[in-house]
């Protein structure tokens, strides 16, 4: 039950809330004085509290300081005018990993930006801070055995966007100390955030190549050369040591190694990984990027730390406790979750905030080349279980929202990007799906967003579609499924093998018939409000429409249309 008297301000929204009779008055040294003195309830979920405001005073239960500091984050919301109301809240996280992703290889923000970044996320109880350290265009933590690494600087490339920054020919050299990273590390411990450092093996290492060629394929392809040669026992030991110095600077049990995009044609014809292959028994160059996933599964167990990677790791097979971040949909994960792996679910649809977000006359550069618009309301549609049978639904350690940074050069373009589409995440994270609503979040999101402004960051307006009641109705006419709601008439239509999507008589896309899923938001009509989706299952056809509460569904034969 949540009464909205109290829970108006909350991002996100607890479990339960009940309201009291009366307000009181709440300084940040009251907030203070509750959460330090908790009262300690082993009885409560890690993370949970049990909150009661009276006219007495503040009485914070948890069963740790993890709720106790939440308990405060909500307090800190609700007195925003100095007053609190008399409530009772009970509140507990539905996923354990609620999680931003910050790249900081392609743009670098530094120290002040990253930690005004761990406050706002705390500020929506967000905990973990997955961070992106090394790419082809830099690594930002130094590694004793290769100072020249954090030196390399990278030339001033058309496709990048460098406005408000006075690069000329070259960008770089920046890079954090081991001090620095040490002193980020302790704040975000501070708020209860873990940082998952990522450093990218073996691909995405063209300035790694720059600085070592020795760890190069011989016979590369320069137009390739991204990826650094597994075959080399060189190569392996560089990994090890860089991995010994982030294991010493970051606590944290989960060491991401990336493993994505990684361009493996070099290593078809290096004489040093065929002979890792035959060595080994490996079959093809997929084997031999699972080879190394596995023999840096097997290093880091051995630190007492664990394995995960994006979600290519598992095309040659995973190794027993790697975890996996999907992102290219959902698929990989599904599988994962039914082979015994916890997954991260971040799919670029609903969780890429360097994709355009549906913002009129929008400021800000996003990669519109080639990305879907991801508006903040479809971020809050995001279901990280869907399609996950229930026996597995543990293996979901939860989800997060990535900003890759190729188009978001100074902190004002990032906060733009994040907020507020990261409090839609944080409540699909944390709230419970019967304590979500749409229209409800929308009008708190609109206040939560007018109080970050207030503090100085830079989050893009709340601009939503009108919000219309339920009226649609989706029905199979011949060989075509019809939405009709309002002015908007979306046709369906199965002609020649591919299902054809059009808007008010105009082609929008087609999909091919051995596309097993698709899904299109027609951001142009309804911003964020207005979505469908199509699915092969078997030999039939599923067609759903989601218009803000409303979900309507139609299933037929797939018979390639006349």
């Known amino acids: 039950m949540i009464v909205v008297l109290a829970a108006f301000l909350l991002v996100p929204a607890p479990r339960e809330c009940v309201a009291l009779t009366g307000e009181v008055d709440c300084s940040p040294a009251e907030i203070e004085r509750a959460t330090s003195g908790f009262v300690r309830d082993d009885s409560i979920p890690f993370e949970g509290y049990f909150l009661t405001i009276t006219e007495t005073g503040v009485v914070v239960r948890a069963s740790g300081s993890a709720g106790a500091f939440y308990a405060g984050q909500t307090l800190r919301q609700l007195a925003t005018s100095g007053r609190v109301p008399c409530c009772r809240i009970s509140d507990e996280p539905k996923f354990p990993w609620r999680g931003l992703h910050l790249d900081e290889a392609r743009h670098f923000f530094g120290k002040a930006v990253v930690l005004r970044l761990l406050e706002t996320m705390a500020r929506f109880k967000l905990n973990v ?85 020795d760890l190069r394929c011989s016979l590369a392809d320069a137009k390739v050369d991204n990826a650094a040669c597994p075959g080399k026992d060189g190569t392996i030991r560089f990994f090890e040591r860089a991995l010994d110095e982030v294991c010493e600077i970051f606590p944290g049990e989960i060491i991401h190694i990336g493993g ?40 880091l167990a051995a630190k007492g730390r664990r394995l995960m990677g994006w979600d290519e790791i598992a095309e040659g097979g995973l190794p027993a406790r790697a975890a996996v971040m999907s992102w290219r949909g959902t698929s990989t994960g599904i599988t994962a979750t039914e082979s015994g792996h916890d997954v991260v679910m971040t799919p670029n649809e609903f969780c890429y905030f360097d994709y355009n977000q549906c913002i009129e006359n929008d400021p800000v550069p996003y990669m519109v080349d080639w990305t879907v618009p ?11 279980l869907k399609g996950i049978p229930a026996e597995f639904h543990r293996h979901v350690l939860g989800a997060q929202g990535n ?124 911003p964020g409000n207005f979505f469908v989706t199509a699915r092969r299952k078997g030999s039939d056809i599923v067609v759903v429409v989601r218009f803000f509460g409303e979900t309507v569904e139609a299933t037929d034969r797939w018979d390639g249309g006349g």
Not at 376 to 383: G, P, Q
Not at 506 to 515: A, H, Q, T
């Open 129 to 213: 801070l997955h961070w992106h350290l090394t790419d082809n265009q830099g690594w930002r933590i130094p590694i004793p055995d290769c100072p020249d690494l954090v030196k390399a600087v990278r030339p001033v490339e058309n496709r990048w966007n460098f406005r408000d920054l006075k690069a000329e020919g070259t960008y770089g050299p920046y890079a954090y100390t081991r001090d620095e990273l040490i002193e980020i590390v302790r704040r975000a411990a501070e708020l209860h955030i873990r940082i998952v450092p990522e450093l990218e093996i073996p691909g995405h290492s063209r300035v790694l190549l720059q600085v070592r060629p």
């Open 260 to 299: 994505d995009e990684c361009d493996r044609s070099d290593w078809k014809r290096c004489p040093d990984c065929k002979a890792r292959m035959e060595w080994e028994g490996i079959a093809d160059v997929a084997g031999l990027q699972s080879w190394v996933t596995a023999h840096f599964e097997h290093y």
């Open 374 to 384: 991801l508006p903040w309301a479809k971020t809050y549609m995001f279901d990280p």
């Open 403 to 526: 900003n890759w940074s190729e188009k978001t050069c100074t902190e004002r373009d990032l906060q733009w990007k994040v907020w507020p589409r990261a409090m839609a995440l944080s409540e699909v994270l944390w709230t419970y799906p019967q304590n979500r609503d749409i229209k409800a979040f929308a009008k708190r999101l609109e206040s939560c967003r007018g109080h970050l402004c207030m503090a100085g960051v830079n989050a893009a307006p709340v601009r939503l579609g009108t919000m219309k009641e339920p009226s649609g109705c989706l029905v199979r006419q011949d060989a075509r499924f019809v939405y009709q709601c309002g002015t908007t008439n979306a046709t369906m239509e199965i002609k020649d093998g591919k299902l054809l999507l059009i808007v008010n008589g105009k082609m929008v896309r087609e999909f091919k018939e051995d596309g097993p899923f698709v899904e299109m938001d027609l951001i142009e009509l309804e």
